[in-house]
């Protein structure tokens, strides 16, 4: 009896992990493929998390778009210096 109780809870949270970290687009299409059949999961599936571990730009606290920039432009500056310094092979 404990090994089917374990059993179950392990497959319940694999089932919460996978919904968890599923793609946004498949997860709107198992919405679409599961909602005449069960509306109330598709609404569950469906509903937007909220907090902080859900995802970039999810609370509000942050505005995305500038902390990509700032991202982006200091990959650059760190891809400018590489290339810059030049390569010296040395033989032995």
């Known amino acids: 009896m404990q090994t089917v109780v374990t059993m179950l809870i392990l497959v319940a949270a694999f089932i919460y992990l996978v919904v968890k970290w599923m793609p946004s687009t498949v997860k709107q299409g198992l919405v679409v493929w599961i909602s005449p059949y069960s509306p109330k999961l598709a609404s569950a599936l469906g509903a937007p998390a909220s907090g902080c571990g859900s995802g ?12 990509t920039g700032v991202a982006q432009n200091q990959l650059a500056d760190n891809v400018n210096k590489i290339i810059e310094k030049p390569v010296r092979f040395v033989r032995r």
């Open 56 to 67: 970039c730009s999810s609370c509000g606290s942050c505005d995305s778009s500038t902390q």
